[in-house]
């Protein structure tokens, strides 16, 4: 059974006495599992059709033609119409509707020519973008799509920086040269021409991008890991390991790696607060994810070019500001919490 050690649990009631980052954490992963739900809550298809004393689920499985439910067309049914049928007939069927009914890719040319702005009647709650898309729904699903990209590139960028900054730091040497030399050279090339020459070449994908800031992103970690490592090796309880006969494989997993955590878990916030905003930047320049994947960037370029449609860019805007903010709040509680000098005596 997984037990917490009790200088971990005083780390942790640290960090929960610290309640901006302790709610701002809380908050921010509430709304991360919501994304991940998103259908349910945003989505042009029903959760439950009832029809003829039949149920359906559309939500969670195919697509259901119009003619199934007595509409003309032979395409996917209009729940929405359908739902307003339904309820026009004052039968026994229904159709129970997202919150938001209203996918983000589809548009919406039922009022004025798009944007619109918000509209209750039409569950556009934060309005329309220039072709007529939920905004909402974009950034939701925007949401998700930035979170997704923060956390692979980070998980992937420090599990290859950490384990080449610990190789550094203990093995040092010739090895330790030759790879400080490698990212020396490495670092020297332009992150943002290689997005530009890449992007001209083949079509940019979620995991494309994810790759690229994996090459570039591992550097910082490595040095900060390499150092770590290099002090924690020449402590006491390592040179103690080594005279008992441990191996170099348990020597570093079972006692260095775990007192250079602190490193790790002190920086990822901050980590995953430049990853959003670098798909953002990247999305706002044109050289992020094509069209239409529900991007900030490309909301955010929206409401530059459409400042007398104020409901676009402040959306946007709000968003990625309380978000960066809540990951900024969460990163200095967890510095703050996890100080070694906290719980750290030296005799």
Same mark, same amino acid.
């Given at each position: 059974?997984?037990?917490?050690?009790?200088?971990?649990?005083?780390?942790?009631?640290?960090?929960?006495?610290?309640?901006?980052?302790?709610?701002?954490?809380?908050?921010?992963? @509430? @709304?991360?599992?919501?994304?991940?739900?998103?259908?349910?809550?945003?989505?042009?298809?029903?959760?439950?059709?009832?029809?003829?004393?039949?149920?359906?689920?559309?939500?969670?499985?195919?697509?259901?033609?119009?003619?199934?439910?007595?509409?003309?067309?032979?395409?996917?049914?209009?729940?929405?119409?359908?739902?307003?049928?339904?309820?026009?007939?004052?039968?026994? *069927?229904?159709?129970?509707?997202?919150?938001?009914?209203? *996918?983000?890719?589809?548009?919406?040319?039922?009022?004025?020519?798009?944007?619109?702005?918000?509209? @209750?009647?039409?569950?556009?709650?934060?309005? /329309?973008?220039?072709?007529?898309?939920?905004?909402?729904?974009?950034?939701?699903?925007?949401?998700? /799509?930035?979170?997704?990209?923060?956390?692979?590139?980070?998980?992937?960028?420090?599990?290859? =920086?950490?384990?080449?900054?610990?190789?550094?730091?203990?093995?040092?040497?010739?090895?330790?040269?030759?790879?400080?030399?490698?990212?020396?050279?490495?670092?020297?090339?332009?992150?943002?021409?290689?997005?530009?020459?890449?992007?001209?070449?083949?079509?940019?994908?979620?995991?494309?991008?994810?790759?690229?800031?994996?090459?570039? =992103?591992?550097?910082?970690?490595?040095?900060?890991?390499?150092?770590? /490592?290099?002090?924690?090796?020449?402590?006491?309880?390592?040179?103690?390991?080594?005279?008992?006969?441990?191996?170099?494989?348990?020597?570093?997993?079972?006692?260095?790696?775990?007192?250079?955590?602190?490193?790790?878990?002190?920086?990822?916030?901050?980590?995953?607060?430049? *990853?959003?905003?670098?798909?953002?930047? @990247?999305?706002?320049?044109?050289?992020?994810?094509?069209?239409?994947?529900?991007?900030?960037?490309?909301?955010?370029?929206?409401?530059?070019?459409?400042?007398?449609?104020?409901?676009?860019?402040?959306?946007?805007?709000?968003?990625?500001?309380?978000?960066?903010?809540?990951?900024?709040?969460?990163?200095?509680?967890?510095?703050?919490?996890?100080?070694?000098?906290?719980?750290?005596?030296?005799?």
């Amino acid at each position: 059974m997984f037990n917490i050690s009790p200088l971990t649990l005083k780390k942790i009631n640290s960090f929960k006495r610290i309640k901006r980052g302790y709610w701002s954490f809380v908050l921010l992963s @509430l @709304l991360l599992v919501l994304s991940l739900f998103a259908e349910l809550f945003i989505n042009s298809k029903a959760l439950v059709v009832k029809y003829q004393g039949d149920y359906y689920f559309p939500v969670m499985s195919d697509v259901y033609l119009g003619t199934q439910f007595g509409q003309s067309t032979q395409s996917e049914a209009d729940y929405r119409r359908l739902q307003s049928q339904f309820h026009n007939e004052q039968t026994s *069927n229904y159709v129970i509707m997202p919150l938001i009914p209203w *996918n983000p890719y589809e548009q919406d040319f039922s009022g004025n020519y798009p944007p619109n702005a918000p509209d @209750l009647e039409q569950r556009h709650l934060l309005g /329309t973008d220039v072709i007529g898309r939920d905004i909402l729904a974009r950034l939701v699903y925007g949401f998700r /799509t930035a979170m997704g990209f923060a956390l692979l590139t980070m998980l992937a960028s420090y599990a290859i =920086g950490t384990a080449v900054g610990c190789a550094m730091g203990f093995f040092g040497g010739k090895f330790d040269l030759f790879v400080q030399r490698l990212i020396e050279v490495w670092s020297m090339v332009p992150f943002l021409y290689v997005i530009m020459i890449l992007v001209s070449i083949i079509q940019p994908t979620f995991m494309l991008f994810v790759g690229i800031n994996v090459l570039f =992103g591992w550097m910082g970690m490595t040095w900060y890991m390499r150092t770590m /490592t290099y002090k924690e090796s020449a402590r006491e309880y390592v040179m103690a390991a080594r005279a008992l006969g441990a191996s170099t494989a348990r020597i570093i997993f079972h006692h260095i790696l775990p007192n250079t955590m602190v490193m790790i878990v002190t920086l990822a916030p901050f980590t995953i607060a430049a *990853n959003i905003t670098a798909l953002t930047a @990247l999305d706002y320049l044109g050289l992020g994810l094509m069209p239409p994947t529900p991007s900030w960037g490309e909301l955010l370029q929206q409401g530059k070019s459409n400042l007398d449609s104020p409901w676009i860019v402040t959306s946007v805007v709000v968003a990625i500001v309380s978000v960066l903010v809540m990951v900024t709040f969460i990163g200095e509680a967890i510095r703050a919490a996890f100080d070694p000098r906290k719980f750290t005596r030296y005799m």
